[in-house]
């Protein structure tokens, strides 16, 4: 059912328990993996969406949880504000995002998550509890980042700022380069990631920091070439015959690698943070602690080219400040991410192994959202309040009404 208002959430969710029913909420099919699925009742998004409140004393906004990022991000620019970071797709609903950990990269802004300011939660029994450090301030604590297992979110309110620019610098460099100065592009960028091309010694690396402006958008024609004709449509091709003739995929990954050449643009944050991502792949994130990022992707790199893998996705590299949520893959230590891709279709187990074990020796935790191999056993080691979480999940919903299969392998 499609709720639209937190009223007829609350009235759907009581009664679901009360006949027994798993209730799960979805929002646009992002993750990768069963987060949301249930043989219940499923809550969609499409009609608890929109503009609650802004707050521009407090610095915030209050929108319904089934807004996406895209509505959300067009609507804070209607209004000159912005969020300070975000990652690099606007196709999640803001609860979707919040509730997996969905982050970009930033030096000192953090994920969505941590940007929230207050939310709205319907428990079990139907309940709405209004969550924020002052109203029930142990789960506001937790419920930021609660994969819904605590509840289904119906509101959530974010600090945002005045709209401002970034300027941002693509550039091509060489994996050595990149890896050996990987702390000084860090420590001087508000936001930096790059992308390593498995099969060569290859990388993008992107730069971006705030600008006094003016803006200097790509122009329409440049964007297009670039970002869709080949980002995506060469990209897609790629693939494509990397799938149908593995053999041929180094030498490919050796061509795309030196496609995309140098450039520089300013524009609004959103435009910047964001990027179509048209070719369909699977992924798997690991976040380590930021020390260990390099000798990780340095393992990893020798893992492929000792191995028959052939990978023609680049692995994308990002990183995010310590915070306090805790089940946030940044908990407690800086942390760099390192994620993995294949083309949808293309046998991804040996290669998402492989790094996987790589990771989970350094202390990796996977992203919530995406595929990882990992169970409530290993997460209890890696997150040092994961009973804390689990003791108030037992609080709040005893007879894991939001309970799921996923949630039984993470949780427990």
């Not at 975000?86 to 998550?113: C, F, K, N, P, Y």
């Not at 401002?164 to 000084?184: I, K, Q, Y």
């Not at 989970?360 to 919530?368: L, S």
């Not at 007879?399 to 996923?406: H, I, K, L, S, T």
């Amino acid at each position: 059912m499609a709720p639209a208002s937190t009223a007829e959430l609350a009235e759907a969710v009581a009664r679901a328990a009360a006949e027994g029913l798993k209730v799960k909420a979805a929002g646009t099919g992002h993750s990768f993996t069963a987060a949301a699925a249930t043989d219940g009742l499923l809550i969609r998004p499409e009609r608890l969406t929109g503009l609650r409140a802004v707050d521009r004393a407090a610095g915030t906004v209050t929108v319904a949880a089934g807004t996406t990022l895209r509505q959300l991000n067009t609507t804070l620019s209607a209004h000159g504000l912005s969020l300070a970071n975000m990652g690099d797709i606007m196709e999640q609903t803001v609860s979707g995002a919040v509730s997996t950990g969905t982050h970009g990269t930033g030096r000192d802004s953090a994920s969505l998550s941590a940007q929230v300011r207050a939310l709205e939660l319907v428990t079990a029994d139907g309940s709405v509890l209004t969550c924020s450090p002052r109203e029930n301030p142990e789960v506001f604590t937790a419920a930021r980042l609660g994969l819904g297992a605590l509840g289904v979110i119906s509101a959530i309110t974010l600090a945002v700022e005045p709209e401002f620019l970034l300027r941002a610098r693509e550039e091509p460099m060489s994996f050595d380069r990149v890896t050996s100065e990987f702390d000084r592009f860090v420590a001087e960028n508000e936001h930096f990631e790059f992308y390593w091309f498995p099969h060569t010694t290859g990388c993008t690396t992107k730069r971006n920091n705030r600008s006094a402006g003016p803006a200097a958008p790509l122009g329409r024609a440049a964007a297009w070439v670039e970002d869709e004709l080949i980002a995506n449509g060469l990209f897609q091709a790629v693939c494509s015959v990397g799938r149908t003739v593995p053999a041929a995929v180094p030498g490919i990954a050796r061509i795309a690698g030196r496609a995309l050449s140098a450039r520089t643009y300013t524009d609004v944050a959103y435009k910047v943070f964001t990027s179509p991502r048209r070719v369909r792949f699977l992924e798997m994130e690991y976040a380590l602690p930021r020390e260990a990022a390099v000798a990780a992707l340095r393992e990893l790199r020798a893992a492929v080219e000792r191995s028959r893998l052939r990978i023609s996705f680049p692995v994308e590299v990002r990183t995010a400040p310590a915070d306090d949520i805790p089940l946030s893959t940044a908990y407690g230590r800086d942390t760099a991410y390192v994620a993995v891709h294949m083309y949808r279709g293309t046998p991804h187990h040996a290669y998402f192994s492989a790094a996987e074990r790589i990771m989970t020796a350094h202390g990796g935790r996977p992203h919530w959202g995406k595929l990882h191999g990992r169970d409530a056993a290993y997460l209890a080691g890696v997150y040092p309040r994961f009973a804390e979480f689990t003791s108030l999940r037992d609080r709040l919903d005893p007879e894991r009404v939001f309970g799921n299969a996923y949630l039984r392998r993470v949780l427990g």
